[in-house]
T-cell receptor, first 113, second 112 residues
Framework: SQKIEQNSEALNIQEGKTATLTCNYTNYSPAYLQWYRQDPGRGPVFLLL?????KEKRKERLKVTFDTTLKQSLFHITASQPADSATYLCALDMGSNDYKLSFGAGTTVTVRA | ETGVTQSPTHLIKTRGQQVTLRCSSQ?????VSWYQQALGQGPQFIFQ???????GRGNFPPRFSGLQFPNYSSELNVNALELDDSALYLC???????????FGPGTRLTVT
């Protein structure tokens, strides 16, 4: 069966450290992988998209890697700040004519000042 | 540029009733998708509309239906509500040529 698994435990880190989140999937062949941020009671906000032929993508303090052999994406927040505290969702996008995003359950990150 | 808006914010319904949720797409976006998010879970795809036609559907029964209007706004209708329909319903708009989706704040539906 198809599965998308993110860190099962919430992540608590000290301000200034790097948070690393994992997204593993089985029985999918995504053309793209997306990361979203969701704050309590709000809709997800798009952060980054990485294509299957890209190994790494950066945006400001965020870095995403995508390994289609391991079927895994890593999401890094460097120099973390309390404002980064949120739930982070990975989403698989099959691309082409496939229209839907398939989301993981998310990882909640709390950054302590 | 106006973002995605949804109404109402919260709704309480009784089992067996019907509900209509509304979404206004971000300006210029011609595609709208609806998702259901249960507490502690990721969003689950319900269906997508592109230029007023359904463009794909997830594993939801026919009592979940939708519409997209010429101005690209959209409705989600749910008939014969069940307790398990209690969730946050999210609308997301996008450009057909783009993959990132822009979500609204959601409608919190509680079925009692």
């Amino acid at each position: 069966s198809q599965k998308i698994e993110q860190n099962s435990e919430a992540l608590n880190i000290q301000e200034g450290k790097t948070a690393t989140l994992t997204c593993n999937y089985t029985n999918y062949s995504p053309a793209y992988l997306q990361w979203y941020r969701q704050d309590p009671g709000r809709g997800p906000v798009f952060l980054l998209l990485i294509r299957e032929n890209e190994k790494e993508k950066r945006k400001e303090r965020l870095k995403v890697t995508f390994d289609t052999t391991l079927k895994q994406s890593l999401f890094h927040i460097t120099a973390s700040q309390p404002a980064d505290s949120a739930t982070y969702l990975c989403a698989l996008d099959m691309g082409s004519n496939d229209y839907k995003l398939s989301f993981g359950a998310g990882t909640t990150v709390t950054v302590r000042a | 540029e106006t973002g995605v808006t949804q109404s109402p914010t919260h709704l309480i319904k009784t089992r067996g009733q019907q509900v209509t949720l509304r979404c206004s797409s971000q300006s210029g976006h011609n595609t709208v998708s609806w998702y259901q998010q249960a507490l502690g879970q990721g969003p689950q795809f319900i269906f997508q509309y592109y230029r007023e036609e359904e463009n794909g559907r997830g594993n939801f029964p026919p009592r979940f239906s939708g519409l997209q209007f010429p101005n690209y706004s959209s409705e989600l209708n749910v008939n014969a509500l069940e307790l398990d329909d209690s969730a946050l319903y999210l609308c997301a708009s996008s450009l057909s040529i783009s993959h990132e989706q822009y979500f609204g704040p959601g409608t919190r539906l509680t079925v009692t």
